[in-house]
């Protein structure tokens, strides 16, 4: 191990030395200053928090991201072009101490690298607030929707109610002679559609509930409850908004007929936008003490006249600081930077630097949007579908996803917390299989390799 940590050394070295690096550098030490001091998101605390740090980490991510493949690829293809490798097998040192050597410090590097300027960023991100002069009540607004940890509970859906429903429609479609001549797989999964939408949707006049499980705030008396969600409206109502009553609460208390709340039930007037997030608050009191909430909406008649579709409903509850989240945020970064470290590295042990750095950068970008190209391959017809679920979804489902749940940014931005759970599992897969099986493979490929040709 002693000769991999040498060669990790004189890879570091010979990172340092390319222009690349210390044009990255350059570059975040000047563009994260200036952004924390020019993004102002929509004008409030709390907008220019969530625009500094999604900006600045996605930034930072991209770039050694970027920085991370030049080094791994560059390394041990230059030792083989210029012929310096010819020094190293000669003196007896194993070739997958070599292979381990480049990975260590193309990993090493951009994780140190990573380290700083992610101190960098959570000391710009804790600063803003003291200089930007803002309102008291713009600063207790981002001290609980930013500077957090929440964890989100989403509302049950019983799709075995859909599934029921569905099943009801097509032996009435059937008994009146007025299913149509398609394949049952698309007729199902059309009513499906259809029973989802109904589930989501509020006409004029009706009430919608939402019941959660598994909510438990802090027992402190300041903590809150959090609903979060989005909607549109069907007709869109003239000025875009949308007047609703809403009540937070265990609705079983009167559903059973009980007499006397053990908890209370709060209730909410609010008139808002349609296809915007939004958010309200309630005291946490309001769950039970079993974790169970309900959420409940009044689509009234007097102020509206338009159908309510809740594309999203949430609710959140507080679990931690944003210091250990931040930290878990930073782990998430690291993983990627490491298994593009151990890609690099093992393509070079068979490609030349170019083609290496581009099938290491379609990788890169593929996991960027891979979950947006799983979807899009469900949303294709039967023949091109196939082709692609043969081809493309399986390289998909080969590399790690970097967008979705994966995303460092998403996670500050709204102040969900990142589970330590959830960064195990990843590291599990992309480090432990993925980035495992990538070197297992650049060894092998490596230690069979001819370096040198023996002329006479």
């Given at each position: 191990?002693?000769n991999?940590?040498?060669i990790a ?8 030395r390319m ?6 550098i ?20 709390l ?6 740090s999604?900006y ?17 690829c560059?390394s ?5 072009r210029?012929?310096t ?14 292979v381990l ?35 008291e009540?713009q600063?207790?607004?981002a001290q609980?929707e ?10 049950q859906m ?6 029921r ?30 029973e ?10 009706a009430?919608?509930?939402w019941?959660?499980q ?19 409206a069907?007709p ?13 609460g ?7 007929g ?32 079993d974790?169970?909430v ?12 338009s ?5 999203q409903?949430?609710v ?7 210091g250990?989240n ?17 890609l ?11 083609v290496a ?57 709204s ?32 230690s ?9």
């Open positions: 191990m002693r991999s940590w040498v050394k004189n890879t570091i070295a010979q990172a340092v222009k690349v690096a210390a044009a990255v350059l570059l975040l030490l000047v563009l994260l200053p200036a952004m924390s001091w020019m993004l102002t998101g929509d004008g409030t605390l907008g220019r928090l969530q625009s500094f999604s600045s980490i996605s930034l930072v991510g991209f770039l050694l991201s970027v920085l991370t493949i030049a080094v791994s560059y041990l293809h230059t030792d083989l210029t012929r490798i010819d020094l190293v097998v000669t003196k007896p040192i194993v070739r997958y101490q070599i050597g480049k990975f260590l410090g193309a990993a090493g590097l951009n994780l140190f690298l990573l380290a700083g300027f992610s101190c960098m960023i959570y000391g710009l991100t804790t600063a803003i607030p003291r200089f930007s002069k803002a309102p009540d600063l207790a607004k609980t930013f500077f957090t940890a929440r964890r989100v509970v989403a509302p019983s799709e075995e109610e859909i599934s429903r569905v099943e009801e429609r097509i032996e009435t479609l059937r008994k009146n002679r007025q299913l149509p001549e398609l394949p049952m797989s698309e007729i199902r999964a059309t009513l499906w559609e259809q989802r939408i109904a589930q989501k949707s509020v006409e004029v006049a009430v919608k509930e019941d959660f598994t909510v438990f705030p802090p027992k402190d008396p300041n903590s809150v409850l959090f609903v979060r969600y989005k909607f549109q069907t869109e109502p003239p000025n875009q908004e949308v007047f609703g009553e809403w009540r937070v265990d609705f079983r208390q009167f559903r059973t009980l007499r006397e709340y053990k908890t209370p039930v709060y209730g909410v007037e609010r008139s808002e936008s349609v296809r915007t997030l939004h958010t309200f608050t309630v005291p946490a009191d309001a769950a039970a003490a974790g169970a309900t959420v409940g909406f009044f689509n009234s008649p007097e102020r509206n006249f159908t309510v579709i809740f594309d409903m949430e959140l509850y507080q679990v931690g600081g944003f250990v931040f930290f878990r945020v930073v782990l998430l970064m690291a993983i990627r930077l490491v298994f593009l470290a151990a690099g590295v093992s393509l070079s042990t068979w490609l030349s630097f170019p750095a581009l099938f290491s950068l379609m990788v890169f970008f593929a996991g960027l949007i891979n979950g947006f190209i799983l979807e899009s391959i469900e949303g294709l017809g039967a023949v091109l579908g196939l082709v692609y679920r043969f081809t493309i979804r399986w390289f998909l489902y080969a590399i790690p996803r970097f967008d979705g749940p994966y995303s460092p940014t998403d996670y500050l931005v102040g969900e917390v990142l589970s330590w759970a959830f960064l195990g599992k990843a590291v599990l897969i992309t480090l432990a299989v993925q980035m495992v099986l990538l070197l297992v493979i650049g060894i092998w490929i490596f069979r390799r001819e370096i040198a040709k023996i002329t006479v």
